[in-house]
């Protein structure tokens, strides 16, 4: 069995939890991260503003890239850590939701984390990444709360049903 | 590219000799008042300021990422007031990253912050900015003068920024790894680099009331700086001259010459005429607008060059007002301007960059925002002071 953890900063630790708990002890686990293009970028789009100030080297968003290969890899190191148990590692840089469902082709279990309002429960508790990822996702999902789940009174009551219309009075 | 364009202008008599003189000689002293913002800036970040600013705000943010979105949006205003937007963008921006990606915070909303910032933070003072660099000299307006006019709209235009960005990434700003709280060492105090720009800032006070040109006192702020890392081996001459960005500073100089020619072959027709008269508050939002418009399109240096002799003859109130759309404006284009943007084909050299249709929106609901209500504040400040 191949059981995909896919961590993101902030809400990894619950997502090493659950497969801790889940995956059976023989399943083959990779810890997977996704860099996202958009940060550096950014950083990129701040630094060609500046219209040549500044030499090509010193490009923030290179600097950037830099570091953020360096935050995965710590990601990666301190989930392995948690998870206590032989693991692969993977690392990938695109566009994140598409990466995470191209990497979880083949595996028997995606394991994720929700990353939208954790506020209350409802469909607004996923973000786009996540959304995309549960809508397309090639194997089973297990999907996460990063923290305790909030209870049942956050979800709205019902609509009242039939809607009321007031009555004509001529 | 802007220097053989100025030599094109001067050669075919797009331009007169004489005034293109004028202009290099009216740009002359900004463009000095530049190198030596920009070489204070890159040695504050040599005396380790901005490696400090990094730990100040891990320390204070302890792993919550709404109060490190707080953290940078007061490091940042402050940075992009003082060391103007070029130290916010290339020294402060890795730190802000480095620190959020080791407390484990997301970092997205703290880079956006730090780019916003570098636009809407370079209103307080003539330093902040080339623009205000440019306008301060059009403007006539002394450095302290200039300063109060401005303190409110900066204010309550970072003010609006911040409210935007909190709702805009409410989602990011709620996700903390628990227990990653590694605020890393405790944080040495650069205190040479603070107290030179302490009495630089001071010195411009000083040198307003006494008439002083206040690019003396820049130029003796980076003098210290640059010297003492000379003395101390931790500079050359060569990089203390690369710091100051002589290329660049050509650059400006040719681009004043080359919008000169524009402005008097036919555009200071057009734009004075779409350009509103006076400075009562429905004037000022029209000015704002229109400069931020033309900042968007052809960025905002060569905009506030074709508006600053337009604007100037209506008083001081006009050229703040230009100022205000110039720099709050480049935060709706991705680069700072459509022209930037085409110009370095940046979308082929990074063909999987930067989520172009977030990026616009957030500009749509930061820059109209954030212009409007510094209009109001500075219509305000101009009523008062």
Avoid at chain 2, 132 to 155: D, I, K, V
């Amino acid at each position: 069995m191949r059981v995909i953890a896919w961590l993101v900063e902030g809400t990894w630790p619950a997502c090493v939890d659950a497969v801790r708990a889940h995956a059976p002890d023989d399943a083959e686990v990779v810890l997977l991260h996704v860099t996202g293009p958009d940060v550096p970028g950014v950083a990129h789009g701040a630094f060609a503003g500046l219209l040549g100030r500044g030499h090509p080297e010193r490009d923030p968003g290179t600097r950037l890239e830099a570091l953020g290969g360096r935050s995965a890899a710590g990601i990666l190191d301190a989930a392995a850590e948690r998870l206590g148990r032989p693991c692969a590692r993977e690392e990938r840089a695109g566009r994140v939701e598409r990466e995470v469902v191209a990497a979880a082709e083949g595996a028997d279990l995606l394991v994720l984390a929700r990353d939208g309002d954790r506020s209350r429960l409802g469909p607004r508790s996923l973000g786009p990444a996540a959304r995309f990822t549960v809508d397309h996702a090639p194997c089973p999902v297990l999907l996460v709360w990063p923290e305790a789940a909030p209870g049942l009174a956050t979800i709205p009551p019902p609509p009242h049903h039939p809607p009321h219309h007031p009555p004509h009075h001529p | 590219m802007a220097v053989p364009a100025a030599g094109v202008a001067i050669a075919t008599g797009a331009i007169s000799l004489d005034h293109a003189r004028a202009e290099a000689a009216r740009l002359g002293p900004v463009v000095g008042f530049l190198a030596a913002v920009l070489v204070l800036a890159h040695f504050c970040d040599v005396e380790g300021l901005f490696q400090a600013c990094g730990a100040w705000m891990a320390r204070w943010a302890r792993g919550r990422p709404v109060r490190l979105l707080t953290a940078v949006f007061a490091l940042a205003s402050a940075i992009t007031a003082v060391l103007s937007l070029d130290a916010t963008i290339v020294l402060l921006t890795p730190v802000v990253f480095a620190t959020a990606a080791r407390t484990g915070v997301r970092p997205k909303p703290h880079v956006y912050a730090c780019t916003h910032l570098s636009n809407t933070a370079s209103l307080l003072l003539p330093v902040s900015n080339l623009t205000n660099l440019l306008a301060f000299a059009a403007s006539g307006l002394s450095f302290t003068r200039f300063a109060a006019l401005m303190a409110l709209p900066w204010l309550v235009a970072i003010g609006a920024e911040y409210l935007v960005f909190r709702r805009f990434f409410a989602r990011d700003l709620t996700a903390a790894a628990p227990g990653a709280e590694d605020t890393g060492p405790a944080p040495g105090l650069p205190l040479f680099a603070l107290v030179t720009v302490g009495c630089t800032l001071a010195g411009f006070v000083v040198a307003s009331v006494f008439g002083v040109e206040p690019a003396w006192v820049a130029a003796a702020g980076a003098l210290v700086l640059a010297g003492r890392a000379l003395v101390r081996r931790k500079a050359t001459p060569l990089t203390v001259v690369r710091a100051a960005a002589p290329a660049f500073l050509a650059f400006v100089l040719a681009l004043g010459i080359v919008v000169r020619a524009v402005v008097d072959n036919g555009l200071s027709d057009v734009l004075g005429r779409a350009l509103p008269g006076g400075t009562g508050l429905p004037a000022l939002l029209g000015i704002a607008a229109l400069a931020a418009v033309l900042a968007n399109l052809i960025n905002n240096l060569p905009a506030v060059l074709v508006l600053l002799p337009l604007a100037a003859p209506a008083g001081a109130g006009a050229v703040l007002a230009v100022l205000l759309g110039v720099n709050i404006g480049p935060n709706l284009t991705y680069a700072g301007s459509l022209a930037t943007l085409l110009w370095r084909r940046i979308v082929h050299q990074h063909e999987h960059g930067v989520d172009l249709g977030e990026f616009t929106r957030l500009g749509l609901l930061a820059v109209p925002s954030s212009l409007a209500v510094a209009v109001v504040a500075l219509w305000g400040s101009l009523q008062v002071l």
